[in-house]
């Protein structure tokens, strides 16, 4: 080999190159993304979390017009079932995307999801 000659790069030593470097941007990516859906199915809840908050004070609003004098507060298997499901406060049962259940344990409580805690 004369002084020269420079090293030559083949097809071979490109693709281990390549190789590398995809070995290294695939963890990367999939931790950085995967943090990002993760904060998008929080912010998903906290918003569902609101509209099940403001379902819970329209409902309390709709017994008191209605005649209703709640004692004591009902128990949270009638509040989820008349809020939660269906009705004319939600098209659908709100769901967490992070598969939590909500729950609305008294009237003067915030409903709250078993992941993502109460909304704020």
């Not at 609003?61 to 499901?85: M, Y």
Request: hydrophobic share 40%.
């Amino acid at each position: 080999m004369s002084m020269n000659s420079k090293p030559k790069f083949n097809v071979v030593d490109l693709g281990i190159v390549v190789a590398f470097l995809v070995m290294i941007a695939i963890p990367v990516s999939t931790i950085l993304f995967g943090n990002l859906n993760s904060v998008k199915k929080r912010e998903a809840c906290l918003k569902n979390l609101k509209r099940i908050g403001e379902a819970q004070k329209a409902w309390k609003k709709q017994q008191r017009i209605e005649g209703a004098t709640w004692h004591i507060s009902p128990p949270a298997f009638v509040l989820e079932g008349e809020i939660l499901t269906p009705t004319n406060y939600f098209a659908q049962e709100p769901r967490c995307l992070s598969l939590g259940t909500y729950s609305i344990p008294s009237l003067d409580e915030k409903p709250r999801c078993s992941v993502h805690g109460v909304a704020p």
